[in-house]
């Protein structure tokens, strides 16, 4: 003989124990729901770091129209001297057309002045044009930059190489938060996992009595009816789940004492 209502008076662990003993599950729900909170823990770090980082990223500045690489003072200096050095040399071309038309003019007077010199003086006139109608024309087709647009680009460098570098941080910052975003989502698909394994592990179950289950309270697994633990269940609920565990216990028992029964 056996006394079935003894299971309500033990405690929730050893309620626990009996009932997972009296159904002989393949995994301890325990277990699961130990692993399930280590990867609850996880993910909850996980969204910390994700909403510190959207903090920060959130704090950074954006700029439009601002290069993505930090632009080179050196190389601005280097076009400008380029382009000083052009400026230089097409003073000197100029220069030197006012040379070839101040002989062009001595030239014409001295044809003038000596006549008998004339086809000698001719030629040299015409090699003296086509030099400077040569000059002229490099002068007319090869246009020269302005070097104060490089100094305007040379006194705003430094502002938009910071500009440059915030926006580096941001791109980087953002994707170290899709980073943290996928992980807090990998947790989720664990712990919904852990979730549909326990009530699987559950579900599939034919349990002594209906609506009995194993869930954690207060930091202690306990023996459920209907989700409201045993132990706050009214007396004749707790006999009547004692009395079906014990039997499902003891299949082959022939007597059973109840004490209180009334």
């Not at 490089?150 to 502002?159: F, L, Y």
């Not at 579900?203 to 009816?225: A, F, H, K, N, W």
Request: aromatic share 4%; proline share 4%.
């Amino acid at each position: 003989a056996f006394d079935p209502f003894a299971f309500a008076r033990y405690k929730p662990a050893q309620q626990v124990d009996l009932l997972l003993k009296a159904v002989k599950l393949q995994q301890d729900p325990r277990e699961i729901d130990k692993d399930r909170k280590t990867v609850y823990d996880e993910r909850t770090e996980v969204n910390r770091q994700a909403k510190a980082l959207g903090a920060r990223i959130a704090a950074l500045p954006t700029y439009e129209g601002i290069p993505d690489i930090e632009v080179s003072a050196a190389e601005l200096l280097a076009e400008r001297t380029a382009i000083a050095a052009a400026v230089g040399e097409r003073e000197a071309q100029q220069a030197g057309l006012r040379g070839q038309r101040d002989q062009i003019e001595w030239t014409r007077k001295e044809i003038a002045r000596v006549q008998e010199q004339l086809n000698g003086l001719q030629g040299h006139l015409d090699g003296l044009i086509a030099e400077a109608e040569r000059i002229e024309g490099i002068l007319q087709g090869t246009p020269i930059a302005d070097p104060g647009e490089i100094d305007s680009r040379i006194a705003v460098i430094e502002e938009t190489n910071r500009q440059i570098r915030q926006k580096q941080e941001r791109a980087k910052l953002m994707q170290e938060l899709a980073a943290l975003v996928q992980q807090a989502d990998d947790k989720t698909a664990v712990i919904e996992m852990y979730d549909a394994m326990k009530r699987g592990l559950l579900d599939g179950l034919d349990l002594p009595v209906s609506g009995l289950s194993i869930e954690e309270v207060g930091g202690e697994y306990q023996v459920t009816l209907h989700a409201i633990p045993l132990t706050e269940c009214s007396a004749s609920q707790r006999l009547k789940v004692g009395m079906h565990i014990a039997l499902a216990l003891n299949p082959t028992v022939r007597v059973v004492l109840i004490r209180e029964g009334s």
